[in-house]
């Protein structure tokens, strides 16, 4: 009687400690470990707990997508896999839908050249890529299409890179909405709202545990246009500045800049 060919074997996600989840592919499990190889080729004995859900569509392992929505399998695993890859290869924008995800890549990296700003404002979105001069660039258009105020809501822990990308905005800002003859003079509002920010940031920001200026406080930024869309102005509003830090930091960290 001829021997039954071996299982193929099976992709599954499986629990990293470095990286949250591996793609694998196991070659033998019992129930209490399970043999597997990893993306680098190296083979490993891991507790069967490890081993997560099977990996459905393992030719997309290589893809690097641009938006989550387009993903075939969508779960934790998949999308933390997806992010990780992407900020290995210096992508570190990615869309859902609407939405961009940005994670910080803590150095600086050839995002935000004249090039790359000059291809968000000119280029057609759909030849383009996640971007964070892609969402400034949309709330722009959507205001001339719709005639409206548009918002753009900047959230994550402390350290993630909101002002980072709220600076990012304002630049993109700054250059598609200069005016042209005498409204050339309001244009560096850019300029303008990062002078401001050392005032505001001294009384307002902090060195923590996680950031060594740490906004203590939210923002409230609005960019004023006039009807030909030339920016005329800029208004911030803070909230929620944590005034108990003057008397009470957290153990490790400081209160305000400000002496
Ligand atoms: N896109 C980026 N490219 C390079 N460095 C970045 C980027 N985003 C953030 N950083 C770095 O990470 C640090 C923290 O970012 P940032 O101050 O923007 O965080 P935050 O979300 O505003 O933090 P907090 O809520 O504590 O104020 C910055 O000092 C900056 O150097």
Redo the contacts with the bound molecule.
């Keep these: 009687m001829p021997m039954p060919p071996p299982p193929p074997r099976a992709w599954a996600w499986c629990r990293d400690d470095v990286d949250g989840y591996l793609p694998v592919k196991v070659s033998k499990q019992n129930t209490t470990s399970a043999t597997v190889q990893l993306p680098s080729g190296e083979t490993k004995i891991v507790p069967s707990s490890d081993i997560l859900d099977p990996i459905q569509h393992p030719e997309n392992l290589e893809i690097l997508q641009d938006d989550l929505v387009q993903m075939d399998d969508v779960n934790n695993m998949s999308v933390v896999d997806n992010l990780r890859r992407r900020i290995a290869a210096e992508k ?1 924008y990615t869309s859902v839908g609407d939405i961009l995800i ?1 994670l ?6 050839p995002l935000y050249t004249p090039t790359v700003i000059d291809d968000f404002i000119k280029r057609d979105p759909v030849d383009l890529y996640p971007h964070v001069f892609g969402v400034a660039m949309g709330a722009f258009r959507n205001m001339i299409a719709e005639r409206a105020n548009q918002s753009i809501l900047i959230s ?1 822990e ?8 709220t600076k990012q905005c304002l630049h993109l800002l700054s250059e598609v909405a200069r005016g042209e003859g005498g409204e050339m003079e309001m244009t560096g509002i850019e300029e303008k709202i990062l002078m401001a920010n050392p005032v505001l940031e001294a009384f307002g ?1 902090a060195k ?1 545990v ?6 203590r406080f939210g923002k409230y930024m609005q960019v004023h246009f006039n009807q030909k869309c030339v920016i005329v102005g800029c208004s911030t509003t803070n909230y929620l500045l944590e005034k108990s830090r003057v008397v009470s930091p957290a153990s490790g960290e400081r209160n305000f800049h400000v002496m």
């Design positions: 570190i940005a910080n890549p803590y150095k600086q990296l994550g402390s350290g993630a890179g909101k002002t980072e990308a920001n923590t996680r950031n060594d200026n740490s906004s």
